[in-house]
């Protein structure tokens, strides 16, 4: 049935677990892929261009049936619920304009700043707006998201992409479940139909071709928080890196001059570029 607020279909005993997926066509092409963007000075725009802004994508990218798309948001709640496609985007959009970043190599930490960098405008609905349907429970602390991607990556199988947040990331009102990307309905390789997106925060935790948002008490347990992207934790002598790569440190770019741009001077010398973060 649908609530009377909110156009949802709320989960009884003839929900199956993981029937969401079925929305999955086949993820093609399989495999590892990354598309670099241009140079810092390369990027005027205020906003990037999508055929400017870098691409990863770990596994391959999930063909999905949008008609069949469902996106489930269970675990530690009072009502958990299913919401389609077009129920999604009956709920009051929201945009956000911001820095979308990749941290780099997720097997070792990155020495320098790779600029994978692009200024992105997002479209969707507030992830806090769907928890607040849901009810948490008081000991939920984490939301898992889960996308429709599997496969291999450097070596491990992976039956998702699964990535998590501290439910107080989750509830600030700019982390969005998003369709549209600068205007434009979300394409395959970008994680349509629909993907979070955590401004903020570096690009691995917004899930693409999100189909799950799970609350629970403690922090998921798949390769892509336990085996690739985290760091080193000073506050741990035991050398493994178990602290997860989340938060993007304030940071700053020029754009002009042009490396070896040489000037005639004495002469007026215009310098700008863009920060990210806070």
Same mark, same amino acid.
């Given at each position: 049935m649908a609530y009377k607020n909110h156009p949802v279909d709320f989960l009884d005993q003839t929900y199956i677990p993981d029937s969401e997926r079925g929305a999955l066509v086949a993820v093609q092409p399989q495999g590892f892929f990354i598309r670099h963007p241009p140079k810092p000075h390369e990027l005027e725009e205020d906003v990037t261009d999508e055929a400017h802004l870098f691409q990863t994508i770990h596994m391959g990218a999930a063909v999905?049936?949008? @008609?069949?798309?469902r996106l489930i948001?269970?675990?530690?709640? *009072?009502?958990?619920?299913?919401?389609?496609?077009?129920?999604?985007?009956?709920?009051p959009p929201v945009s956000v304009t911001s820095f979308? *970043?990749?941290?780099?190599?997720?097997?070792?930490?990155?020495?320098k700043n790779v600029w994978r960098i692009g200024n992105v405008e997002w479209t969707g609905v507030p992830l806090r707006d769907l928890l607040a349907?849901?009810?948490?429970?008081p000991q939920a602390s984490y939301v898992w998201s889960d996308g429709l991607d599997s496969g291999v990556f450097a070596g491990v199988a992976a039956d998702r992409y699964r990535k998590d947040l501290p439910m107080e990331k989750a509830l600030s009102p700019e982390v969005l479940v998003a369709y549209e990307m600068n205007g434009q309905p979300l394409s395959k390789e970008r994680g349509g139909p629909v993907r979070l997106v955590v401004?903020?925060?570096?690009?691995?935790?917004?899930?693409?071709w999100?189909?799950?948002?799970?609350?629970?008490?403690?922090?998921?347990?798949g390769p892509?928080?336990?085996?690739?992207?985290?760091?080193?934790?000073?506050?741990?002598? @035991?050398?493994?890196?178990?602290r997860p790569v989340w938060k993007a440190q304030p940071n700053a770019m020029?754009?002009?001059?042009?490396?070896? *741009?040489?000037?005639?001077?004495?002469?007026?010398?215009?310098?700008?570029g863009a920060h990210m973060g806070r």
């Open positions: 999905v049936d949008t @008609s069949q798309w948001i269970d675990g530690l709640v *009072e009502r958990p619920f299913g919401v389609n496609f077009d129920q999604l985007r009956q709920m979308h *970043e990749c941290y780099g190599s997720p097997l070792v930490a990155p020495t349907i849901a009810r948490p429970h401004p903020g925060w570096f690009g691995t935790n917004s899930t693409k999100l189909c799950r948002l799970s609350l629970q008490a403690t922090r998921a347990q892509f928080t336990t085996v690739f992207y985290n760091e080193l934790d000073p506050e741990d002598v @035991s050398g493994v890196r178990t020029i754009v002009r001059p042009r490396p070896q *741009e040489v000037f005639d001077c004495p002469c007026h010398v215009e310098v700008w």
